[in-house]
Structure formats: structure tokens, C-alpha cells
């Protein structure tokens, strides 16, 4: 038999079984599931390392926050990320559009309640060169306090935070100090 008649089929490199067939197949599914994080972590969730003071105890220097993008709908005592001088850093939320805060020598009023605030690091305290209390919050903003006062870089300094300037709300801590 001459070899150039020879009509047997040669195996296909890519057909279905094959090792190059099924590495492709697995190459493809870690692409494919690389992609989905990367979409599920670029415009739902995100990461944050905490780099500041503002929130300790609960939160301290080193720690991961997972937070959620989509839902700014914040209630009352929802910790937030928001940016300041292009840095992110975390405040709770202690008053929404239309409420009226102030601070005084007995602590911080909302609405002319004084609130009862648990696990705050030091007395509620206007801070100098600081906004001008009382003052109400604009429709679309809430007004964010840390949770160690004086350290804390929040609504006291920044003024009212607007909802779409924020990056989401706190749904996840992760420690991880000593790294």
C-alpha cells in the first residue's frame, strides 16, 4: 500500500477528548470566571484597606472593608466609604436629607433629639474651622460622623457628604493587621 493513498483520518488537534481540546475548554472557564470578578469587583462590590483612625475601635488600620456599590439608599447608623482629598475613609451615617444636626456642649442633635450613639471613642465636639452648626442636610447628602471623634475625618470637616460622591455601604470587614 503506498503511504500517499493512505486514507485514514489523522486526529483532530482540537477535537472534543483530546488534551489540547480540553485544555482550551479550561483555559476559556478561568477566563471566563477572571472576567466575572473582575466585572462583580469593578461595578458591584469593591475593597477598601483602612488607613485611618476615623472608626476605630470597629475598624482599625489594616483592615479589608467590602463594600457594596449599588444600594446608596443609607439608613441611620450605615457606615459608608466616601473620599476625602482623594483618599477613601469610612463615616456612619447619622442624618439624611431634611434633617437638621447640630452640636453642642451635651453632644449631637438630630432633629433637636440628642442621640444615643454606642461604641463612640470620645464626646461629640464641633471641630474648629469645622462647618457652622446647626445645619440642615441637603436632599441627596447625609451627614457622616467617625466613631472615634477626635480623630475622625467626617461631615464635621467636609461638610454634608452627597449620596452619588460616595462609594457604597460597609457590608464586610476582613482583619488583617500584622501583614
Not at 476559556?28 to 469587583?41: Q, S, Y
Not at 431634611?98 to 456642649?105: A, F, Y
Request: aromatic share 8%.
Amino acid at each position: 500500500m503506498d503511504a500517499r493513498t493512505n486514507t485514514s483520518p489523522k486526529p483532530a488537534l482540537l477535537a472534543p477528548g483530546s488534551l489540547s481540546y480540553d485544555l482550551l475548554i479550561l483555559v476559556a472557564e478561568v477566563a471566563a470566571v477572571a472576567a466575572g470578578a473582575v466585572v462583580i469587583f469593578t461595578f458591584v462590590f469593591g475593597f477598601m484597606r483602612v488607613t485611618d483612625a476615623s472608626m476605630e475601635p470597629r475598624f482599625q488600620d489594616g483592615d479589608l472593608v467590602l463594600f457594596y456599590r449599588l444600594d446608596k439608599r443609607y439608613q441611620i447608623r450605615d457606615v459608608a466609604v466616601f473620599e476625602y482629598n482623594g483618599l477613601p475613609t469610612l463615616g456612619r451615617v447619622v442624618a439624611a436629607g431634611g434633617d437638621t444636626v447640630n452640636i453642642d456642649s451635651r453632644g449631637l442633635l438630630v432633629n433637636g433629639a440628642y442621640q444615643q450613639e454606642i461604641g463612640i471613642v470620645d464626646e461629640t465636639t464641633q471641630v474648629a474651622d469645622g462647618v457652622t452648626f446647626p445645619l440642615t442636610v441637603p436632599d441627596g447628602a447625609v451627614f457622616m460622623l467617625g466613631d472615634n471623634r477626635d480623630e475622625a475625618v467626617d461631615s464635621r470637616i467636609v461638610g454634608c457628604v452627597p449620596i452619588d460622591q460616595t462609594r457604597g455601604k460597609v457590608v464586610g470587614l476582613f482583619r488583617r493587621r500584622g501583614f
